[in-house]
T-cell receptor, first 115, second 115 residues
Framework: EAGVAQSPRYKIIEKRQSVAFWCNPI?????LYWYQQILGQGPKLLIQ????????DSQLPKDRFSAERLKGVDSTLKIQPAKLEDSAVYLC?????????????FGQGTRLTVV | AQKITQTQPGMFVQEKEAVTLDCTYD???????LFWYKQPSSGEMIFLIY??????QNATEGRYSLNFQKARKSANLVISASQLGDSAMYFC????????????FGTGTRLTIIP
């Protein structure tokens, strides 16, 4: 079974530029999460999708961050314009909803550096 | 709202000894699950163990066990016979069984195994 795929693995951009990250979840997983993990901290949930609908985006900075999950499969997270404090690892995870003991599976993450 | 608290930023343990990583949580959900993940320096999030809030017995997976005390809202991870490869960040997380199934993480504990 293929895992959660994320690209790119690394990205360096200048502040005020835009950037996009891509995630392909495990086949059949209806729930998709995007987390931001700043160095030395725990993952912070940015947005959660169930199929192609947003379940929770309460911690997404909507003035600069956007995310979509067209057709309920792949997802894209965009930052425009980027700030220095956006430097972090962006983790995508997926899970199968409705089954209590099902863990979320994570991709390798995208390490973003804003200079 | 869910909250996970990990009060140990870092721990040093001698190889072959057992170690307990602390986790307390707060939630108003009647049914929920608790997870532990390991994050090595390579960055991937590796699922270790799961405990359901209504499980009668503490979960075990190989050298990992979960000391679940529901009344105290604690879910400590116990690693027996620690190995050098156990050196990593460890995150406690919780997910409600109903509603939006939001997955919330703690701040993590960095475990270092000393030879």
């Amino acid at each position: 079974e293929a895992g959660v795929a994320q690209s790119p693995r690394y990205k360096i951009i200048e502040k005020r530029q835009s950037v996009a990250f891509w995630c392909n979840p495990i086949s059949g997983h209806a729930t998709l999460y995007w987390y931001q993990q700043i160095l030395g901290q725990g993952p912070k949930l940015l947005i959660q999708f169930q199929n192609n609908g947003v379940v929770d985006d309460s911690q997404l900075p909507k003035d600069r961050f956007s995310a979509e999950r067209l057709k309920g499969v792949d997802s894209t997270l965009k930052i425009q314009p980027a700030k220095l404090e956006d430097s972090a690892v962006y983790l995508c995870a997926s899970s199968s909803p409705g089954t209590p003991n099902t863990e979320a599976f994570f991709g390798q993450g995208t390490r973003l550096t804003v200079v | 709202a869910q909250k996970i608290t990990q009060t140990q930023p870092g721990m040093f343990v001698q190889e072959k000894e057992a170690v307990t990583l602390d986790c307390t949580y707060d939630t108003s959900d009647p049914s929920y699950g608790l997870f532990w993940y390991k994050q090595p320096s390579s960055g991937e999030m590796i699922f270790l163990i799961y405990q359901g809030s209504y499980d009668q017995q503490n979960a075990t997976e190989g050298r990992y066990s979960l000391n679940f005390q529901k009344a105290r809202k604690s879910a400590n991870l116990v690693i027996s016979a620690s190995q050098l490869g156990d050196s990593a960040m460890y995150f406690c997380a919780m997910k409600s069984d109903f509603g939006n199934e939001k997955l919330t993480f703690g701040t993590g504990t960095r475990l270092t195994i000393i030879p």
